[in-house]
C-alpha cells in the first residue's frame, strides 16, 4: 500500500525566506504527482503536477521537483509572503503494476505559516 | 471558468438524519470522487464513479453511498449520520486518462448535533 510522508509538519519563517517542502512515497509505480495547497476551511486548490517522465515544474515562485526512483519530490517556494500562508499538501497517483493503482494518496501536509 | 462546484459550503444535520451533499462539474470529466478530510487529516478516498462505474473503497462504511444521476452531476448519501461523520467532504473530478489531474471543489464542511 503507497504511503506519503511530508516533512517538515509544520514550518514558520518570516516574509522573503527562500523554503523548501518534502514529500516522499513508498511505491514508485506512480503516473504523476500533485502539489495541492489548503487554506482553512476550504478545498484544495492545485499548484503543480508533476508527470512521472518529468524531473520538475515551474509556475511563478513555485518549483516541484521529481526523483521517482528514490520517491521523493520537492516543492520549492521563492521569496515567501504571508498570502502564502496555508497548508501544502503531496498526493501521488498510483499507475498500473502498483499497490495503488488509479488511486490519489495524499500526505498529511505541512502547514506553512509566513510572518510579515 | 469550468469548476467543481459543491453544495452547501456548510451543511448541519442530527445525529441519526439522513444528508446529502452535492457536487457539480462543468469540465465534462468521466471521473467523479468523493472524499472525506477529518481535520488535521490527509483526504480519504470513500468511492468513484469511471463514468456510470461505481467504485467503492473497501474501508468506506455501508452508511455512505453515492449516485451520479448524469455526467455533470454526483451525490454524497449519509443514511444515518454520527458524531464521527463530522468532516470536510471533498468532491473532485478528473478526465478519463489516468494521468490526468484531480480538480477539487470548495468541500462541505459537515457538522453533526
Known amino acids: 500500500k503507497q504511503e506519503v510522508t511530508q516533512i517538515p509538519a509544520a514550518l514558520s519563517v518570516p516574509e522573503g525566506e527562500n523554503l523548501v517542502l518534502n514529500c516522499s512515497f513508498t511505491?514508485?509505480?506512480?503516473?504523476?504527482l500533485q502539489w495541492f495547497r489548503q487554506d482553512p476551511g476550504k478545498g484544495l486548490t492545485s499548484l503543480l503536477l508533476?508527470?512521472?517522465?518529468?524531473r520538475e515544474q515551474t509556475s511563478g515562485r513555485l518549483n516541484a521537483s521529481l526523483d521517482k526512483s528514490s520517491g521523493r519530490s520537492t516543492l520549492y517556494i521563492a521569496a515567501s509572503q504571508p498570502g502564502d500562508s496555508a497548508t501544502y499538501l503531496c498526493?501521488?497517483?498510483?499507475?498500473?503494476?502498483?499497490?495503488?493503482?488509479?488511486?490519489?494518496?495524499f500526505g498529511q501536509g505541512t502547514i506553512l505559516t509566513v510572518h510579515p | 471558468d469550468a469548476m467543481v462546484i459543491q453544495n452547501p459550503r456548510y451543511q448541519v444535520t442530527q445525529f441519526g438524519k439522513p444528508v446529502t451533499l452535492s457536487c457539480s462539474q462543468t469540465?465534462?470529466?468521466?471521473?467523479m470522487y468523493w472524499y472525506q478530510q477529518k481535520s488535521s487529516q490527509a483526504p480519504k478516498l470513500l468511492f468513484h464513479?469511471?463514468?456510470?462505474?461505481?467504485?467503492n473503497e473497501a474501508d468506506t462504511p455501508d452508511n455512505f453511498q453515492s449516485r451520479r444521476p448524469n455526467t455533470s452531476f454526483c451525490f454524497l448519501d449519509i443514511r444515518s449520520p454520527g458524531l464521527g461523520d463530522a468532516a470536510m467532504y471533498l468532491c473532485?473530478?478528473?478526465?478519463?486518462?489516468?494521468?490526468?489531474?484531480?480538480?477539487f471543489g470548495d468541500g462541505t464542511r459537515l457538522s453533526i448535533l
Open positions: 473532485a473530478t478528473s478526465g478519463r486518462k489516468s494521468n490526468q489531474p484531480q480538480h
Open positions: 511505491d514508485s509505480a506512480i503516473y504523476n
Open positions: 508533476i508527470q512521472s517522465s518529468q
Open positions: 498526493a501521488v497517483k498510483g499507475s498500473a503494476g502498483g499497490t495503488s493503482y488509479g488511486k490519489l494518496t
Open positions: 469540465l465534462n470529466h468521466n471521473v
Open positions: 464513479y469511471y463514468d456510470k462505474d461505481f467504485n
